[in-house]
């Protein structure tokens, strides 16, 4: 799931994904309210890893991050932050609030498809218990 309300980084996140060749569904929200409404829906399928932006409207990922790790089912969905904040302390709220990992948007699209290589192959690396 990408929880993004920037199109042309939505787009590029999509770009990414099929140049590396990551073929799972992406599921995208535009903002935090958007991702915890589909996420509550229990006739959706969970994803696998949620990777957040922290500047949206209405909700930010900051509160959507407060909210879903408050859900005993949602916490357990490895959130990796993806912004273009380079502030310190959104990644000490980030991290105190559980996320898997905290990534700055890079500039160049070739770096933007390195960031999404190194998060697709530890999460095809990493072992995550089941359920």
């Not at 958007?34 to 922290?54: F, H």
């Amino acid at each position: 799931m990408l929880v993004e309300d920037d199109t042309v980084d939505v787009m590029t996140v999509k770009r990414a994904l099929k140049e590396i060749n990551v073929t799972n569904r992406l599921i995208v929200a535009s903002d935090g309210e958007e991702a915890l409404s589909y996420l509550m829906d229990e006739m959706n399928k969970r994803p696998g890893i949620i990777l957040l932006d922290l500047n949206m409207p209405r909700m930010s990922g900051i509160e959507f991050l407060v909210a879903a790790k408050k859900n005993g089912v949602l916490k357990s969905i490895p959130v990796v932050v993806l912004t273009t904040s380079r502030e310190e302390q959104d990644k000490v709220d980030s991290f105190g609030l559980g996320v898997a990992g905290y990534m700055v948007k890079p500039v160049s699209y070739a770096q933007f498809v390195e960031v999404m290589k190194t998060i697709n192959l530890y999460w095809t690396l990493s072992e995550l218990p089941e359920g």
